[in-house]
């Protein structure tokens, strides 16, 4: 009795026994029908997306794929390892298989500089940090990390590591040296007219530099006040490192106590229907130079003509239309530079003395740009032009419209305790009429012609 029960259980055993294998047999074919496409091990960068390629579920030749039930808690915007669950059911068996997706952070910070890569340092200083920032994709701004350090040659080399350990460096060279020149600006004009035999008091400069406090200057001059001309003084900056830059003024020694000096003066012309012929004959007959402010208008050969019997020729306005003119400073410079290539392409010289059409204190130029004046007289200075006025007028723009106007008109006007500049126009031909008699009436009075130059002193209203 006792055996054949021990006999009985051996056998429910076995049975047990030989269902757990089945089963486990069974549970392996289906864990291994559920197989995951592509790999199992998946590295992504931050900032990167993976793009689930999914499982695959086959049993006994029919496809269960749909049955597979995908879950993840990735979350991209932290970098870490996480995990994609595809799951699936067939009878009592649960199967589950598991994808890891590792979001990492390989690339290295940025480290920006301001300023230059490289910096020039001022003999005996020290650099001055300009400043830096330092950005992770990921960390963001780690400015704060960044280390710097000054490597053998007084470089420095910033350094800076993310989170991630992904490093950057970057070096900015110092260089000790000083190749900057020093700034000298004159105090005063740049032109200075002074009378003859007078002492000269100079105005001036005002210098500096990016690194000295004071650097030296020399000024040379060979300044001879007894004596008519103009004269350069250059004032030239010198910084402890060799820069140098300079700048100049012209002074313009005049004479004005020569008594009764006249600069007849022509404006408006050439003209070709006879009254500018008429002026040049009379000019050589009585063997006096003067000065014409031409413009656009007239002959070619008439200036030809008058540079060659040795009259000055001087620029007045291309167009001498003011509302063009005196529209804007462009405007303005755009017609004088008209007719000073022309006159240029005829005398081969660049003129610089000028006269504004109307004058230096016209009024009618504030219909087109109010206060242009103002800015011009300025301006031409700068840019290396003498304007003249007058201070004796004629009257032929104007009230006059005979020789006899004219003549009473000039003669009236004169004055030996000065010089004389006289405003005439070429294009009147009863100026021309009146030259005679009035260069006669000057001779006889003891009067001196002469025609405009870079040392005249310039009559000026403003
Ligand atoms: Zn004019």
């Excluded at 504004?356 to 009024?363: A, I, K, M, V, Y």
């Excluded at 009147?428 to 012609?449: H, Q, R, S, V």
Aim: with cysteine; hydrophobic share 30%.
């Amino acid at each position: 009795m006792k055996k054949i029960f021990k006999k009985k259980l051996i056998i429910i055993y076995l049975i047990i026994l030989f269902i757990v294998v089945i089963v486990n047999i069974f549970y392996l074919y289906l864990s291994s029908s559920l197989k995951i496409t592509g790999k199992n091990n998946i590295e992504i960068n931050y900032g990167e997306k993976y793009k689930d390629e999914g499982a695959t579920f086959k049993i006994f030749k029919s496809n269960l794929s749909k049955k597979i039930k995908v879950k993840t808690n990735i979350n991209y915007e932290k970098i870490g390892k996480y995990k994609i669950t595809y799951s699936a059911k067939y009878l009592i068996f649960n199967i589950k298989k598991e994808r890891i997706v590792n979001i990492i952070d390989s690339k290295p910070p940025t480290i920006i500089l301001k300023g230059e890569n490289q910096i020039n340092v001022c003999p005996d200083s020290i650099y001055k940090e300009v400043g830096y920032k330092a950005i992770d994709e990921y960390d963001g701004d780690i400015t704060d990390k960044v280390k710097k350090n000054i490597d053998g040659h007084g470089n420095i080399i910033y350094e800076v590591s993310d989170s991630s350990g992904n490093k950057t460096s970057i070096k900015r060279k110092i260089e000790t040296k000083d190749n900057e020149s020093p700034k000298i600006k004159l105090k005063g004009n740049s032109t200075i007219y002074i009378r003859l035999n007078t002492n000269y008091q100079d105005y001036g400069y005002e210098v500096t530099d990016n690194c000295d406090d004071l650097p030296k200057v020399e000024v040379i001059n060979n300044l001879d006040t007894a004596r008519l001309g103009t004269y350069t003084i250059t004032y030239k900056a010198i910084d402890s490192s060799n820069n140098t830059s300079s700048i100049t003024r012209n002074i313009i020694v005049y004479d004005d106590k020569k008594e009764g000096i006249v600069y007849l003066t022509f404006d408006d012309g050439p003209s070709g229907t006879g009254s500018t012929e008429k002026i040049l004959n009379v000019l050589k007959n009585h063997g006096v130079k003067a000065t014409f402010f031409v413009t656009s208008n007239g002959p070619d050969s008439l200036i030809t003509r008058a540079y060659n019997e040795g009259h000055k020729i001087a620029l007045h306005t291309s167009t001498h239309k003011y509302s063009y003119v005196y529209a804007s400073v462009d405007n303005y410079f755009e017609d004088l530079k008209t007719v000073q290539n022309r006159v240029y392409r005829l005398t081969g010289e660049y003129s610089k003395i000028i006269r504004f059409p109307g004058g230096s204190n016209n009024t009618v130029s504030n219909r087109y740009s109010n206060g242009i004046m103002d800015i011009l007289t300025k301006e031409v200075i700068k840019e290396g032009y003498s304007y003249f006025d007058w201070n004796v007028s004629s009257g032929d723009a104007g009230e006059c419209s005979t020789p006899e106007c004219v003549y009473n008109n000039v003669i009236n006007g004169l004055s030996k305790n000065r010089i004389n500049v006289i405003l005439m126009h070429d294009i009147k031909m009863f100026t021309a009429d009146a030259l005679d008699n009035i260069i006669e009436y000057c001779k006889l009075n003891g009067y001196t012609f002469k025609a405009i130059d870079e040392t005249t002193y310039p009559v000026r209203f403003k």
